[in-house]
């Protein structure tokens, strides 16, 4: 008979799933991901893939097991956040609005307010810098501004008020970081202005 229940820990701190002792690999992957991601936030690349494995409860070799470099590690944890951040801003995209402007509206209510997770992404930091030079970011990093281009042009606003209005958004998102300088109200005022904009004229 067989149980859905976990069942035990194995030697790297992986909870086992089920009596067949397999490892739960998504919850794996996943707890490393986002120690990954915290880490880099916090202490930049110089943070240790020891590190990384400690902070989420694996052993240094189990996390070696998924991502057998630093810099495969450190891959995949941007492919993670880019996609984390677009799906983010498309759970904000009102379906009921049938006009131009949905998505740019949506990246506006996701950057200003909507989601804390998706407005760390431009939250003052070096560790961007760094991260750059890791081999594939950079490719990666350039797949996704294109994206983003294509599901801009595609939305129906005049390109100009487009640009102006996204890296608005992206600029709230950083100055909230800093909060003596834009307070909640001062960033509802922003938002509700840049909605504005997003509007069809």
Known sequence: MTSDRP???TSTGVVRAGTDGSRDRDRTR???LESAHRLLA???TRVSVAEIASDAGVSKSGLL???PSKDELLLAVVEHGLAAFTDE???HVDLAENRPGKVLRAYVR???GGSEQAMELF???SHWTGLMSVPGIAAVVAEDAEHWRTLFARDGLPEDRTLVVRHAAEGLAAAAGMPPYLDERELAVARDA???LAEPA
């Open 42 to 44: 916090e202490r930049g």
């Open 65 to 67: 097991h998924h991502f």
């Open 30 to 32: 996943q707890a490393v």
């Open 7 to 9: 069942t035990g820990t």
């Open 110 to 112: 996701t950057l200003c």
């Open 194 to 196: 840049l909605l504005a």
């Open 89 to 91: 801003v498309l759970r």
């Open 123 to 125: 939250a003052p930091s």
